[in-house]
């Protein structure tokens, strides 16, 4: 089996507890798939993105994972048209360090804004061994 090509989604409220469930279904895929060095960085991107979602967007929302050979791609699409903007976070506050760590962790992210939705989606190199390697 080749890990090019894999997608996996999942839908979630918007209730606190959906960023945790979106770090659940990150980790659950990435460990599925040979991809456990990842797990830590994209299960924290995902739960930034979720939490945005839930925090600044009020409704449900999709977390998606694009597992190629050579990358994986984690997206969350939301009923928002508005991008996510940094904002200077207080240093000892709880908040606004969200899409800095996003920038940080992944090689790129990213919005696409369509009418009146958005997907945001950040990647990330994949270099460990391929799961058609391991079998």
Same mark, same amino acid.
């Given at each position: 089996m080749s890990i090019d090509g894999d997608?996996?989604?999942?839908?979630?409220?918007?209730?606190?507890?959906?960023?945790?469930?979106?770090?659940?279904?990150?980790? %659950?895929?990435?460990?599925?798939?040979?991809? *456990? #060095?990842? +797990?830590e960085d994209i299960r924290l991107v995902a739960s930034e993105l979720a939490t945005n979602?839930?925090?600044?967007?009020?409704?449900? %929302?999709?977390?998606?994972?694009?597992?190629? *050979? #050579?990358? +994986?791609?984690?997206?969350?699409?939301?009923?928002?048209?508005?991008?996510?903007?940094?904002v200077a976070g207080d240093p000892m506050g709880a908040g606004g360090r969200g899409l800095a760590l996003v920038e940080m962790l992944s090689s790129q992210w990213g919005v696409a804004v369509l009418d009146a939705s958005k997907t945001v989606w950040a990647t990330f190199e994949f270099d460990g061994p391929s799961v058609a390697a391991l079998q």
């Open positions: 997608t996996y989604e999942v839908r979630l409220g918007a209730d606190p507890s959906s960023p945790s469930k979106a770090r659940d279904f990150v980790r %659950f895929h990435l460990l599925a798939q040979g991809a *456990d #060095h990842l +797990v979602a839930v925090r600044h967007v009020g409704s449900a %929302f999709t977390v998606g994972l694009d597992v190629g *050979d #050579h990358n +994986v791609r984690l997206w969350v699409w939301d009923s928002s048209p508005f991008a996510p903007t940094r």
